[in-house]
Structure formats: C-alpha cells, structure tokens
C-alpha cells in the first residue's frame, strides 16, 4: 500500500514525482498501448472483442488496435512487401519466446488489464485499501 493515497485524489499527475507514480505501479509507457491496454479491460479482457468493438462514438474506437490511423504512410509495393516480410519474421520470433518477455519484453499492461477484467490479481487494491476512494464494484463491461 502507498502512503498519502488520498493526498493523489485530484492532483495533476504532471506535479507527482516519478518515483511516487512508480510506487503506485505506473510505468511510461506509449499512449497507443495505454488506449489498447484500457480497450482490452473495458471488453472484459478479450482482444478479439476490442476488434468488434461497436461504440463507433468512443474516443478511443480509432485507437483501439493500438496503430494511429491517421498516421498512414503511402507505400510503394516493394516497401510493404518488405514491411510484411519483417513484421511476419518478428512474430514468428515473438512466438518463439518464452511468454514472459515476449517481444518488446512487456506484457505487463496488458496482462495488468486482463487481470483487472477478471476481477483484479493477487496484488489488485481492494476498497479495503483505499476506503472512499476507489470502486466496490467492477466497472460493467462495455460501459468504460
Ligand atoms: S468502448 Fe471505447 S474504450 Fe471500450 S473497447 Fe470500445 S473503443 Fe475501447
């Protein structure tokens, strides 16, 4: 448990020192993955159901498949040929990985929401430890 919990409700994260975001379990991390992160815990932990995702008014919708839509590129046939060739090569490596490490190496949001989707892990915060301040109940999927 962190210390002064309550003392963080309403502040600006801007003005909290690294090391006390830390101490809560946040981590820098991409905002795409953040948006994908919050999309998977929001279906109830199901990647398949943030790609169906039907609520064509969330902010996030755009986002969800963690890729910036606006940010296209034009590419020649050769270029994606290539880009394909090297995307299918790293997930075959990715694959070949023991699944802690995978990859970029983390997981941990990702797993985070998922565990969060199943009603939080073993070191989840209850409403025990944060009277008044956080939910009793797990927000209803969907409805993020
Ligand atoms: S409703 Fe919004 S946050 Fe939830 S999965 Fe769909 S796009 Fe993501």
């Not at 600006?12 to 919050?38: F, S, Y």
């Not at 880009?83 to 990985?97: D, K, V």
């Not at 209850?126 to 939910?135: I, K, L």
Request: aromatic residues 4%.
């Amino acid at each position: 448990m962190v210390e002064g919990i309550p003392l963080l409700i309403g502040r600006d994260p801007r003005t909290i020192p690294i090391e006390q975001l830390k101490a809560l379990g946040h981590e820098k991390h991409p905002l795409l993955r953040v948006i994908r992160t919050n999309c998977v815990a929001c279906v109830g932990g199901s990647e398949a159901e943030v790609r169906r995702c039907r609520l064509l008014h969330c902010p996030f919708w755009p986002y969800r498949m963690g890729r910036n839509p606006f940010h296209r590129q034009e590419l020649t046939g050769a270029e994606r040929r290539e880009r394909s060739a090297r995307a299918r090569a790293n997930r075959t490596a990715q694959l070949r990985q023991p699944r802690q490490g995978r990859g970029t190496g983390d997981n941990s949001l990702l797993d985070a929401a998922k565990a969060l989707a199943r009603g939080g892990g073993a070191d989840a915060p209850t409403a025990a430890d944060w009277p008044g301040n956080y939910p009793s109940a797990p927000m209803p999927v969907g409805e993020c």
